[in-house]
């Protein structure tokens, strides 16, 4: 396809040239589906319009032509700004809206009687068009999709949930043609096969992946330190790269840690250089005047977490910087890109370890990014409960035939080998609850009259929408300043729980005092005379991937680490002489007593999700063995336990009979199922979403979700919702297949080091948060003690 | 033992780990906020559909009960059904059941603000139960030697991991955890609750053991505790 003569003149005016893969999304415009693998800053987005643009310039068409989608809201509306220009610069007779949970009702309501030519949407206001019952109208015409960072979203239920929508919009629109922009990924093609219309197939097209970035780690006069993720030593160095460019971002890898350091920064930062901060739990007008300020040029850094990790264009950024370590070497070279968007310039970055194990970790990624080494696991078959919630949508736009659904939902990848059988469960499952016990023949939500399946009562719709989605928001509450109206952002309900007025916690970059709570969110004042309690955010924590791992054990090999700075490196060599230094074909264990407690420090490096699932077989072993364990915490290299009864020999906990045998039995017990429960429910409709607005004062009426994964657990074992919870499990937070690798490759070759004092490897893991508590013989002691305690203290030992 | 035995007035009282009294002296066994139905009540409402097993999960842990127990009397002290509709449509195993825990024995429902009204099963209906100096009735009053449900208690010992459901004594007043499967907790700290004490209160929390603990010797878990409801 040819650019038209008015699109092409207004380029040439610009002095811009199309770049080859732009003329090749161009000339295979009328594929059914196309993949573009391009580079951060390689004109990936305008690759995907130009089709688009060509189409609509001669005005004719009428109502929607192209849905963009994007994995964030202020993608969304950084596109908007940056198409609507030169479409309005060329005079083209083209509409552009975005449409997202910031869009008003008026906005939503007039949109769908009049939809724009191009609308600007999120995989879950996207779902939530599917399920109107005008849908097929306002989606009709409709003739391409564009799927912005298809990557951020191919390996998560958001991608899943989004591709089934598009299953949805190609039967309300047969001509719709599909096409994905990608940063640079290791298995392209599982990409594709993921956008293809099955049986269509997707063709892949590669950009030119530019020049390698230049990426260092930055070198310190300070020491990091032994533990912690603040990285609060590195501020002097971090302000300095800050004054010596233009635009710095500071990634971080949780919200906690970008408000740690950006409340350091600040103090630090003598010279009033203008530094922001942007992370998904500030309030939408705060992170949008620090949008704002980006893009004008006027912030000197920001401070920010994976909320920035997408191309959104924030004008000229010039360095990134990455604190913490990285823990995956895609991910870490996808944020390097946003380093200068100039096409053909290499990007700059720097790491920034926060503690010596993560300088080691660091460097590992240093390696593993020049030689081109990305990491990434096999994607599993398209989550169920996703698949449910899809039906349950469907439902909502009208009365459907099984059969229909079944055939639109196989065209999708993650679905494409869905047997009959499974879709009928999921279908049961929306219909009656799916359980042995058929208790709900009165009140089915889904009905079969006439060959057609109908919601029941068709008020149930307003429900059902409200629960649309598939990312899990942990109960937060709002915090606003005492007296005033706009809240300052959120913080989890758990840590909520643990304040008492007068004390003073960290949001938005400022220290805040607690003064009470008021219809559901915390009032604070800005008076702080207290070092403030670190706010807690769950945001996600990343696993460290196997390549990455298995490289930092084959660096522990070496006699000495020239590539590290001196500090880490003799700090490795303290943990040879001291202890061990984990190897990748044995497993090392180290005793000691902390805290009144035996602890026992497990190196498996399989990554945090198969620590903490390791955490839970062997406590599960201990309390079978008498051990009384009371808790553990996991990182991605180890899992440490503390108990009430010293470890004499792990080997026998390896036993990889015993770990497997006790694995089915336990599985059904731990909190970490029971939390993928959840999870699950919630996406499948079992589980009403936690809405802030629905939530009631009257709190004994709610009860836990864990008492119904206990019931189902008992009473009705088969259930489909703990299929989906034990498959989502192992491959997710339970990791299954990262133990039985590490099992595979040390093969019951346990290292047992009993020591007076902790170690050097294992003192991060006294400072680790994320402690699991184990409910057995252990704290059913530690209990009976305390309130024996209690009972004395109070003088009421001898009632 | 693994149950908790205190005075409470001129009696002696057993508070079992399960969350049941047992009144050795007169052979009574009470057990409050069953909610049986309550999944039911769920779908009816709201459309989602709970696993519907609570019901029978709750009568086998009061069989469980009476097993060891074996009562002349059992007390059900209000809120034994989530709404008269779900005790209407209990389904023939569970109605079963139930009869079969009645037999040979006498059955009183206590009412409650969930199921206010005779009801079409077994057993008496009463407003409240007055009994060797104690009144058993399903929201607390003012009356001594009281004995009620209605508020769920919970409490977690400090330091010692998640709330369990507990029994609330001051010696004057006694409150019940609820028993049914598929009830949450109020926090026994809440001013709600605690409000309703005058002297020293005793949290007995169930579980493996029936576990005594003071609720107020300890600062922490006072001002966790308070959080909700906190105003100062």
Redesign the interface.
Known sequence: MELPPVIADWFATQGWSVHPHQQAMLDRSDAPALLLIAPTGGGKTLAGFLPTLAELADGTHQGLHTLYVSPLKALAADIKRNLTTPVAAMGLPIRIEDRTGDTSATQKRRQRADPPHILLTTPESLALLVSYEDAPRMFAGVQRVIVDEIHALAESKRGDQLMLALSRVQAMAPDLRRVGLSATVENPARIAHGLAHHPYPCEILFADPGPDPDIAMLVTDERPPWAGGGAKYAIPAVLEQVKQHNTTLIFHNTRAQAEIFFHNLWLANDTDLPIGIHHGSLDRDQRQRVEAAMVAGSLRAIVCTGSLDLGIDWGDVDLVIQVGAPKNVKRLIQRIGRANHRYNAPSKALLVPANRFEVVECVAALQAARDHDLDGDPPGPGPRDVLCQHILIRACAGPFTADDLFAEIRTVGAYSRLSRADFDACLDFCATGGYALRAYDRWKRLQLRDGLWHLRDPRATRDLRMNIGTIQDTDTLKVRLKGGFKPLGEIEEAFAATLTPGDTFLIGGEIVRYESLREMAVEVTRRADKPPKIATFMGTKFATSTQLSQRVLRMFRQDDWPDLPAHTAEWLHLQREMSKLPEADRILVESFVYDGRHQTCFYGFAGRNAQQTLGLLLTKRMEEMGLDPLGFVATDYATLVWGLTPVADPAPLFEDTALHDGFADWLAGNAVMKRTFRASATIAGLIQRNLPQARTSGRQATFSSDILYDTLTKYDPDHLMLQVTREEALRGLVDFGRIEEMLDRTRGRVDHVILPRVSPLAAPMLLEAGRIPIAGAGRERLMEDAATRLMTEAGLDTL | MNTHV??FGEQVLTALPSGALWWGDRRLLCVSDLHLGK??RI??R?????????T??TLARLAADIALTDPATVLCLGDSFDDLMAAD?L?VTDTAMLTSLQAGRRWLWAEGNHDPGPLALGGTHVAQHDCGGLTFRHIASATPHEISGH??PKHA??????ARPCFLTDGNRLILP?YG???????AT?PVLSGLFTG?I?AI?T???A????LT??APSV??GR??????
């Open positions: 205190f005075r999944a039911d779908a009816r709201t459309g989602r559909m709970l696993p519907p097993y609570e029978r999960e449509s389904d508020y769920h010992i400090p330091g010692t991991g998640t609820a499967a598929y009830t949450g907790g109020l926090r809440d020293r005793l929390l579980g493996r053991r576990i005594c603990v003071p010797a300890s001002r966790a959080w909700p409801g906190s105003r100062r």
